[in-house]
């Protein structure tokens, strides 16, 4: 019967909540995890509350994937026919998905992990590549290159890997620069565990 009842969520910034709960003709504010009662025309108390799963998906007209409730997915325009998707925290690791929409984007592989590691480099990092191949939960298959950069028992490990077709495709890169930060590498492997490509 509730699920019957609850027509939409509406996320808006007042006071008073920062969701709009619409019930049949009635709505109330409310936040999220903050029990309200709610009294149907019939007279029947209902309490509800607004949860957030921990886990979220993040989907667009190309890509989709899961991700911890606590991050944010920052989306930019880098120039026409290119769109670049990142979550990256505050340890500096993270991923990102550059969408392109004019080209194919297969072969660039290099000239990516060649930017993203030229600074450890220089600083005196010692780098090993190896082949990188996942299947994706779509079943595209995308395909690069992981580096591992070492320097006084610090690591660093960066792949980048793409998927092309004509005239689209995606440039996937991680950076793990740290791994003593478990939960980052969580973050990573949930994301290459659930990324979906829309391409054919």
Request: overall charge negative; glycine content about 8%; charged content about 25%.
């Amino acid at each position: 019967m509730l699920v019957s009842m609850l027509v939409g969520l509406v996320g808006i910034g007042q006071d008073k909540g920062n969701y709009i709960i619409v019930i049949g003709e009635d709505s109330a504010q409310t936040d999220l995890n903050r029990p309200f009662q709610y009294t149907t025309p019939e007279g029947e108390k209902l309490s509800i509350k607004i949860v957030q799963a921990d886990i979220q998906t993040y989907s667009d007209d190309m890509i989709s994937f899961s991700h911890d409730k606590s991050l944010s997915v920052s989306n930019t325009d880098i120039e026409y026919g290119i769109e670049q998707c990142m979550i990256m925290k505050a340890t500096g690791n993270g991923f990102m998905v550059q969408k392109y929409k004019t080209m194919n984007p297969d072969g660039m592989n290099r000239l990516f992990l060649n930017e993203i590691t030229k600074e450890s480099v220089s600083y005196g990092y010692s780098k090993s590549e190896s082949d990188f191949k996942k299947e994706l939960k779509s079943g595209h298959i995308i395909q690069g290159i992981q580096a591992t950069l070492t320097y006084k028992g610090q690591k660093e490990v960066y792949t980048v890997a793409s998927y092309g077709g004509k005239d689209e495709g995606v440039v996937v890169v991680t950076m793990l620069l740290s791994e003593e930060f478990d939960e980052d590498r969580e973050i990573i492997e949930l994301f290459l565990n659930t990324l979906e490509l829309k391409l054919p």
